[in-house]
């Protein structure tokens, strides 16, 4: 009832301001520029000639306006955009004019990896509502970028693919770019009448600083960029058509293991051809059907390596597959409660999304052949796996009764034998005024475990260890508990609340953000990322911003301070820490960051058969220094490095340690086809005058564009971890682990959809019982799928 009343409280304080604000706030609307778009029933041919004769009947744009790093100042260089729609494509052109364009920065590559280059585009909010927005950008090769902003969440997401075509080409006075955006892909107003979305022409062009370029003048006191947007009106004869696309797909894969501590054991080898399909069909302009049957994500690139060592906390993966990232945005909400890489390997979904006026709305149903979570805690989480067919839903909606105010609701579910997790929850936004907005969320859980899952946290010998009375050794890990024999040993379904509530305000000198949030001990969201759990955080975040000047070697300068505070539900203290940090940017598009955090943490548990935190753990204190730098002394090449030095928990231990993390990636594009990607993290932990472990991440990526469509990857993953046995008292560890994995693939992609692959894949691994590394695994796939648009 204590939570239910607080978030009651801040949600009252929410509608005093709302019904309170003052009414020359009200009055004050924003007199947003309004354009008409130009209708021709001529059509282009998207080759970057730019000479069709549908140009002669569009409209055109002078971008000259540097939003960012300067405050809407004149362009240093002259940019022209014209715009035009036939009822099927909207056409939009750019000549970006260079003094120099042997320096326009700009290489092949494969889909949304070339944000960093010269770039032109477009923005548009469909249904003008001010909270989400497409975004089409293309290099000047012709690369295509592609988005979706939410304003609700703040978030971009880059893994979104629409189909539509672009070209681009260098000339002598610098590049141009043609591209066709088809009505199919997007989502708008279905009907005859005249529509007004909200749209802005950006350039961005990177040189000694990155300077982004528009046509439109932007407030930095008003924190919504899109709130800004001018409107364009037309789009009368705008038809989505039949907006079917269906794509069958065929996989054949050959899978060999062996086991590597068997030096006589072969391989053994298991051949698989499986067929699938996806169906995406624009019921109409509002709504999406997305359907997949049997889909397989085995051609997924791997993901970018991450160490685990000494992390308490479950790590996390970006999803990448096509069926969830469609709309994903739509399930968005304060707390990341639909994490789809939790589903795994499921056999069918069905997701159904769409905006009516005021109404936003989202459902997907999957299964999943296993069943995959996490188990929340207070100082760390895990991964639960059943062996046993699941079923999840999500459904969000969203209601705008202003352009400042949304309110919505979403609820997530995750079914099995034996096993569920049911989250419903409401949560709001409202925008004060320019600068200032508050947030909240309310969640309400019911989960009910196997009744021997516990079972799978628990370290000893049999099955009854953790129903042992405490005895004196089970201390410092030595216990056979962990925190999650508790999370998940009830006898009967467990219910419980968590709320989040934010205050933010943005302007232009200063960013300032207080959050509140409390996750009851029993509350679980089994789909999403809440890898905590009867935790309870004080937060507050304060930004100062200065402004160099135009022949200044710096353009931006930030100060920034966060004190936030931790207990659990019952009060007793987890951890507080104090930071501060000092950021800039210099010439050759650096940026330089020196952050310096003091910490007030406890330990592990010292008695793991009680989850009590006072009296039961010790406390540290950590105090670290992280300073961060990156540079781009050419086109060509890119460096960035992070070095992490101070005090820090050594957690299997219970003990503070000397803590040093070495972080480099660089980026070299040798020609205009071939770049080289090394990333390398070391990280050291010293206790007691002798080493505790020592870790190392190299990651290699090498890739030859052939053209916008087709390309060849190496990536090689290796990591080598060495522990000292003798300065692990608590914790029984292997003194080395070794492990190499790599990968090979061709790939030609006419769209997102319409794709060939062909590949191979590997994994090495070497321990205290193997002298080199040994190949225990690899993989020959192929892949291809037709995108059919009737």
Not at 156 to 173: L, Q, R
Not at 281 to 296: E, F, R, S
Not at 363 to 368: E, Q, W
Request: proline share 3%; hydrophobic share 30%.
């Amino acid at each position: 009832m204590q939570l239910v009343s607080r978030y009651c409280f801040i949600s009252v304080c929410l509608m005093v301001l709302l019904i309170n604000k003052p009414s020359q706030v009200l009055a004050e609307e924003t007199k947003l520029s309004s354009h008409q778009m130009p209708y021709s029933s001529l059509s282009a041919k998207i080759d970057g000639e730019l000479t069709d004769e549908i140009w002669q009947h569009a409209k055109t744009f002078d971008l000259n306006i540097v939003n960012y790093p300067w405050n809407n100042k004149g362009s240093p260089v002259k940019t022209s955009a014209k715009i035009v729609e036939n009822g099927e494509y909207i056409y939009v052109s750019f000549f970006a004019e260079d003094p120099e364009p042997e320096k326009i920065q700009a290489f092949l590559g494969d889909r949304d990896t070339r944000w960093g280059d010269d770039i032109v585009g477009i923005k548009f909010d469909t249904f003008n509502n001010r909270r989400l927005n497409y975004e089409f950008f293309v290099n000047p090769f012709g690369v295509q970028l592609d988005s979706i902003k939410n304003e609700m969440t703040g978030t971009s997401n880059d893994s979104w693919n629409g189909i539509w075509d672009s070209y681009g080409k260098i000339t002598e006075a610098g590049y141009q770019v043609e591209i066709a955006i088809p009505y199919r892909i997007l989502n708008f107003a279905d009907n005859d009448e005249v529509k007004t979305w909200a749209f802005e022409l950006i350039r961005s062009y990177p040189r000694d600083t990155r300077l982004r370029i528009s046509h439109i003048p932007l407030d930095r006191n008003n924190d919504c960029w899109l709130c800004q947007y001018p409107e364009i009106q037309g789009f009368k004869e705008a038809k989505t058509g039949k907006n079917l696309m269906v794509t069958p797909a065929l996989v054949a894969t050959r899978n060999e293991t062996k086991d590597i501590y068997t030096p006589e054991d072969n391989w053994h080898s298991e051949n698989d051809v499986d067929a699938g399909v996806d169906i995406r069909w624009g019921i109409n302009a509002n709504t999406l059907l997305n359907v997949t049957l049997n889909p397989d994500f085995s051609t997924v690139e791997v993901d970018s390596g991450q160490l685990s060592i000494n992390k308490t906390y479950s790590l996390f993966y970006d999803e990448k597959r096509p069926f969830f990232l469609e709309n994903a945005d739509y399930f968005a909400s304060n707390y990341d409660l639909v994490y789809t890489r939790n589903i795994a390997d499921p056999d069918y979904g069905a997701k159904i999304t769409g905006t009516e006026q005021a109404h936003s709305y989202g459902f997907f149903i999957t299964n999943d052949t296993e069943t995959n979570f996490f188990v929340p805690g207070n100082t760390g989480s895990d991964l639960a796996t059943l062996n046993r067919e699941s079923h999840s839903a999500a459904f969000k909606y969203r209601y705008d009764f202003t352009d400042d105010l949304s309110v919505g609701a979403i609820s997530t579910l995750r079914t099995a034998d034996d096993y569920h997790n049911y989250v419903f929850g409401i949560d709001s936004k409202y925008r004060l005024d320019d600068s200032n907005t508050f947030s909240g969320q309310l969640l309400n859980s019911n989960t009910q475990y196997p009744t021997d899952l516990y079972q799978s946290f628990c370290y000893g010998e049999s099955d009854t260890d953790c129903d042992q009375a405490k005895d004196v050794d089970c201390i410092f890990g030595n216990c056979q508990y962990s925190e999650q024999v508790h999370r998940t040993k009830f006898d009967n379904d467990i219910t419980d609340l968590a709320y989040k509530a934010t205050y933010e305000h943005s302007s232009e000198y200063w960013n300032i953000t207080a959050e509140h949030q409390n996750i009851g001990k029993k509350f679980r969201a089994d789909l999403g990322y809440m890898p905590r759990a009867d935790y309870q955080s004080d937060k507050v975040l304060l930004d100062r911003l200065f402004y160099g000047e135009n022949d200044t070697f710096w353009q931006e300068m930030k100060l920034s301070g966060l004190w936030q505070i931790n207990h659990n539900e019952k009060g007793e203290f987890l951890d507080k820490t104090l930071a501060t940090s000092f950021t800039i940017d210099g010439p050759m598009l650096s940026t330089f960051d020196a952050m310096f955090t003091y910490a007030d943490k406890v330990g592990l548990r010292e008695d793991e058969s009680s989850l009590a935190i006072d009296g039961n753990t010790t406390r540290f204190t950590e105090k670290l220094a992280t300073f961060y730098a990156n540079v781009q002394p050419n086109s060509q090449l890119y460096l960035e490095s992070e070095f992490i030095i101070g005090d820090k928990i050594d957690y299997r231990n219970n003990r503070l340690g000397d803590y040093r993390e070495l972080y480099a990636n660089i980026s070299y594009n040798f020609t205009r086809h071939l770049e080289t990607e090394l990333y390398y993290t070391n990280s050291t932990l010293d206790a007691n005058g002798a080493n505790v472990y020592q870790a190392s991440l190299t990651e290699l990526r090498v890739s030859y564009q052939f053209d916008v469509h087709s390309y060849l990857k190496l990536n090689l993953v290796y990591s080598d971890i060495d522990r000292n046995p003798e300065n692990n008292p608590y914790l029984s560890v292997s003194k080395r682990n070794k492990n190499l994995s790599s990968q090979l693939i061709y790939a030609y992609k006419l769209n997102p959809q319409t794709v060939f692959y062909l590949g191979y894949s590997d994994n090495s691994f070497q321990d205290d019982y193997l002298n080199h590394l040994a190949r225990e695994q690899r993989t020959f796939f192929t892949k291809i799928s037709y995108a059919w648009m009737p």
